[in-house]
Antibody, heavy 123, light 107 residues
Framework: QVQLRESGPGLVKPSETLSLTCTVSGYSISSGYYWGWIRQPPGKGLEWIGIIYHRGNTYYIPSLKSRVTISVDTSKSQFSLKLSSVTAADTAIYYC????????????????WGQGTLVTVSS | DIQMTQSPSSVSASVGDRVTITCRASQGITRRLGWYQQKPGEAPKLLIYATSSLQTGVPSRFSGSRSGTDFTLTISSLQPEDFATYYCQQATDFLFTFGPGTKVDIK
């Protein structure tokens, strides 16, 4: 059973960089297809941020592409999210997840999710 | 970019009711669509992938279908644990989009 757990600061100051790590257990991240980040502002809907292939290929939502970096460390079974120059609009619950693509060559849904971590941007 | 709309935005229903939620894609996405259930304070849970395939462990009262660019999630007989918000989601060319969600609450 794949398990994911997000970790990182719960409070980030405006203009600084948000950094989160997702630790994967019960599954080899090296053979795990794609891994992604999704966020959810309080009381609002889900927004996909980006995904990374275990070999390092990354894809990001265009609206955040200039500020987002997702990386993977297979030796630690972790992948990470960095979001620079944050503002209050980046306050959200951040989820990491495993992306799958049954029957297709590329991923198109998320089958395993972490429990999420709330990040608040405030001075 | 492909946009996803959902209707209704909310629905009030009773236990035992049949509930249908529709998701429309702004352009063709073949069968690359999933449905998620989210309860307050919890992470989303995958219910259906590939338009109509039931994720392991999900009750058979949930089903999915497609007609053109319209996708439907049906709960055949609503149970108390089904009161939640439901999201559709597609991905094409490595761009993922969620629908705005449909809240199912108690009538």
């Amino acid at each position: 059973q794949v398990q994911l757990r997000e970790s990182g600061p719960g409070l980030v100051k405006p203009s600084e960089t948000l950094s989160l790590t997702c630790t994967v257990s019960g599954y080899s991240i090296s053979s795990g297809y794609y891994w992604g980040w999704i966020r959810q502002p309080p009381g609002k809907g889900l927004e996909w941020i980006g995904i990374i292939y275990h070999r390092g290929n990354t894809y990001y939502i265009p609206s955040l592409k200039s500020r987002v970096t997702i990386s993977v460390d297979t030796s630690k079974s972790q992948f990470s999210l960095k979001l620079s120059s944050v503002t209050a609009a980046d306050t959200a619950i951040y989820y990491c997840a495993h992306a799958e693509g049954f029957g297709e060559l590329t991923p198109y849904y998320f089958d395993y999710w972490g429990q999420g971590t709330l990040v608040t941007v405030s001075s | 970019d492909i946009q996803m709309t959902q209707s209704p935005s909310s629905v009030s229903a009773s236990v035992g009711d049949r509930v249908t939620i529709t998701c429309r894609a702004s352009q063709g996405i073949t069968r690359r669509l999933g449905w998620y259930q989210q309860k307050p304070g919890e992470a989303p849970k995958l219910l259906i992938y590939a338009t109509s395939s039931l994720q392991t462990g999900v009750p058979s009262r949930f089903s999915g279908s497609r007609s053109g660019t319209d996708f439907t999630l049906t709960i055949s007989s609503l149970q108390p644990e089904d009161f939640a918000t439901y999201y559709c989601q597609q991905a094409t060319d490595f761009l993922f989009t969620f629908g705005p969600g449909t809240k199912v609450d108690i009538k």
